[in-house]
Each structure stands twice: as C-alpha cells, then as structure tokens.
C-alpha cells in the first residue's frame, strides 16, 4: 500500500511546492483520507464528524454510493470529448434544472467552478443589457477570477492589487453591525433603498447587473431580513439592470429550500452555481430567463464544462438529495440546530449573534461591545477538531464559526456537536 504521510511531511511539500496564497484551518492540521456520509477519517484512522462538508459541497454525504457508481460507470464509458460534440447527460440535466431553479430560468451554460460560473454570468449580463457597469454587496465572496475578486466585497479575499473598474458596492443587509447603524424592521430596509442613492452618485446609470449571494457565506452567513430582496429587485427593474443571484454556498437544499432566493419569492435573472451541484466532482453552470439567455449568441464554448462525468455526478446527486429528502431535512434538523445554537448563546458570552436559514447556521463570536473575537473563534476550532468535529469559520473578522454539514447529518450527531461546543466555549471563555 502507498505510503501515507504526516501532516508535518505534507507541510513541509507545501512549503516547497505550492504558491503560498494557499491557507489551511488549524495550527495543527489534519490529513484526511477517506470519506463517508457525515465522517470523515484520517491517515490514522481517526474518525471526524464533518460540520462544514467541504465548504458546502458534499450535501449528499461524503462518497454517496449511488453517486460514485454513476460517476464510475461513466469513467469507464466515456470520460470526455467536449461540449462541441452532443453528449446526453448535458442535456439532461440543463432540463432538471430548469425544473428546479427559480423563477422563468430556464437555459445554461456549464463550466468548472463557482468563479468561472460567476464570470460567465456577469459576462451575459454584459451582453443582454449592453452596459458595462456593475453593483455588488459590501462582504461578499464572489469568486478568485480578474473580475469577481474585484466584486468581491471582502478584503481578505480582495487580493488583486489592481481591481476591475466601473464596480460599486451597496451596505449589506449585516442586521448584527448594520452599515447604516439602525435596527430592523424600524429601518424600512434602507440597505436596500441605498441602492438607488449608490445608482444616482457612483455610477455612470449605465449598470448591467448586481451579483449577490442569497445569504453571504464568506461574509459570516450575513442573513437578509424578509423583504431585502424584492425592494432590491423593484429597484433594478426601474434602472433596467439585472439580479445575479449566486447560488454557489446556498443551492441544492442546504438552507431547507432548492435555493435560498426562494425563502423569499424573488425571481433573478441570472443563477449561478457550482459546489453542491456535483456533489464533490468539479462543476459549476449559470442559467438565465430565455430572454436573457438568447441574447448571448457569440460562440462560448468550455473544454471541460459539460463533460459527461459531472454531468452525470449532478443528475445522481439531485436525485439522492430527493429520493432522501434532503431538502426538507435540512429545514427540520436546520431549525433544530439553530434553537440549539441560541440556547448555547444564552449561556455564553461569548457568542453574539446566531443567523442562517437549514443547514447554513453561523454563530458571531464576539468579547464585549461586539468586538470580534478571531482568536478565540481559531482556538473553539482547533479544541472542537482535537475533539473529532470540523467545524467551519469564516466573516469579515474571521469571527463566525460555520455549521455547514452534509444534509445527511442526524439528530444524535447536532447533539454530539453542540454538547462539545458547549464544553469548550466554556473553557474558552474561563482563559478570556
Ligand atoms: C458564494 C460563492 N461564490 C463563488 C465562489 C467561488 O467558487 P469556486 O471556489 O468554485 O471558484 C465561492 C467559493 O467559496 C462562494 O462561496
């Protein structure tokens, strides 16, 4: 059998061989080998009850069997030959997805990545509308291209020294530190009403589209209160630009629906998506209204977009997350984890705000006045991985652990979970 190596040796390679733009959680890393449903297991065997799936990604449970026969059958008939060719499996699920996405969305492309999907998204906002300018949200992670870093509303993750022009960012709806310093609902959502002002001052009025997340995962699960979206879309309709929602952390059941815009009835323009689509195979697509759609006709051909082996990953992993219900679980064991979480944070200091629709649930980790707390928020998930359980982090600060796990997560394992976070909140905040 292969050799498997330490952490340490792998440091050391990475050291060595890889740009070193690339982070990983933990002082003390793990390395992990093998996957199953909600676990995970290290070159020791250790076993990890998995709380963040990849980033968002492995909703049907790590290493479904279902799906890694129907990846492996089609390995082993017909790996590639690009989407200039007719192939069936794209075609099939452009159709189940039309089924599924919001609104009229009815036509994709296919590509790689969530960032690719973004850029072609904001590429056919461009050309349906022929005006060049864009809006994103402050605190949004969009994506590692020339163009969506520059939209990307997070300076963590804002690394092009040289950002794309003609961009201009709106306040999010971050009820916990609103932008504007006021509280809902007494606000009249004038986060969403200051699109019209960011319009009228920093734009030329020529804006093609304005990309958000339905909910913001990097950004620390920055949840929008009811009625955010639809005054923000009245708005674009009345300046003749589009809503881009990115779907690429929410889609695929993780927040108890298909997609999250759909917790509040609003109709984008564009979609994209990527991560859970493919349930862990490289994957990403963005789908329009026809009449979006069709005004992009110039040739837009991608190598690897279309390809038989993820098409046919996705169309598995749509029907396991039916078949077993897991977007309605992710609703009910959702609800579960956050009335949780809330108990948790009557009883520690510590944890200031709880946010997140299903299985996408943040906890603010915060010390007095909301001052954030990012070192404490790295120490509560190294003791909860020491303690077998891969939680995820992420925010403006760095301050938010992230409840993303695979919907195939049961009851006993939420419990598990939080009696361990209880536990080491409590040592936590004891050394504050
Ligand atoms: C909301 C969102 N959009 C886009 C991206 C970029 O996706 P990818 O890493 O697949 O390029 C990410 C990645 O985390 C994301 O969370």
């Known amino acids: 059998m292969k050799e498997l190596w330490d952490p340490e040796k792998i440091l050391e390679k990475k050291r060595e061989y890889i740009i070193p733009c690339l982070y990983h959680f933990y002082s003390r890393p793990v390395h992990l080998v093998r996957g199953e449903g909600q676990y995970l297991y290290d070159h020791q065997g250790r076993k990890y009850l998995d709380f963040f799936a990849g980033v968002s990604v492995v909703n049907a449970g790590h290493c479904h069997p279902k799906i890694t026969r129907r990846i492996c059958q089609q390995v082993q008939t017909l790996q590639h030959v690009c989407n200039i060719y007719l192939t ?4 099939e699920l452009a159709e189940r997805l039309a089924s599924l996405t919001p609104g009229s969305i009815k036509k994709f492309f296919f590509v790689n990545s969530g960032s690719e999907a973004n850029e072609g998204a904001l590429l056919l906002a461009r050309i349906a509308t022929g005006k060049a300018e864009f809006l994103a949200l402050k605190d949004g992670l969009l994506g590692r291209t020339h163009l969506t870093t520059s939209l990307t509303g997070l300076k963590f993750w804002r690394s092009d020294p040289f950002p794309a022009g003609g961009i201009s960012f709106v306040p999010n709806p971050y009820c916990y530190r609103c932008p504007l310093n006021l509280s809902y609902p007494s606000c009249d959502l004038a986060c969403a009403e200051a699109v019209i002002q960011v319009i009228e001052t920093s734009t030329s009025g020529q804006v093609a589209a304005l990309i958000a997340e339905p909910i913001q995962a990097n950004g620390g699960i920055i949840t929008p209160p009811p009625g955010y979206f639809s005054r923000v879309k009245e708005i674009l309709d009345q300046y003749g630009a589009l809503l881009i929602i990115d779907e690429v952390q929410t889609g695929f059941g993780r927040t108890g629906k298909w997609f999250a815009i759909q917790h509040w009835e609003v109709e984008p ?10 349930n862990g195979v490289p994957i990403g697509a963005f789908g329009a209204r026809p009449e979006v759609a069709d005004r992009y006709t110039r040739p837009g051909a991608s190598t690897l977009g279309g390809n038989p082996v993820s098409m046919v990953a996705a169309l598995a992993t749509l029907e396991v997350l039916e078949e077993e219900g897991l977007v309605e679980r992710a609703e009910v064991l959702g609800g579960m984890l956050k009335e949780k979480l809330m108990e948790l944070k009557e009883r520690h200091p510590l944890i200031g705000d709880v946010r997140g629709l299903g299985l996408m649930v943040g906890a603010e980790l915060v010390k007095r006045d909301k001052e954030p707390a990012p070192k404490e928020t790295d120490w509560v998930l190294e003791e909860m991985k020491d303690r077998g359980i891969l939680l995820g982090k992420n925010g403006r600060y760095r301050n938010v652990l992230a409840f993303q796990p695979p919907l195939v997560v049961t009851r006993e394992d939420i ?17 504050l």
């Open 88 to 91: 069936q499996p794209m075609y």
């Open 269 to 278: 323009d564009i979609l994209t998506m990527a991560k859970a689509l493919g």
């Open 415 to 431: 419990e598990e979970m939080v009696g361990h976070l209880d536990e080491v909140l409590t040592k936590v905040e004891g050394a």
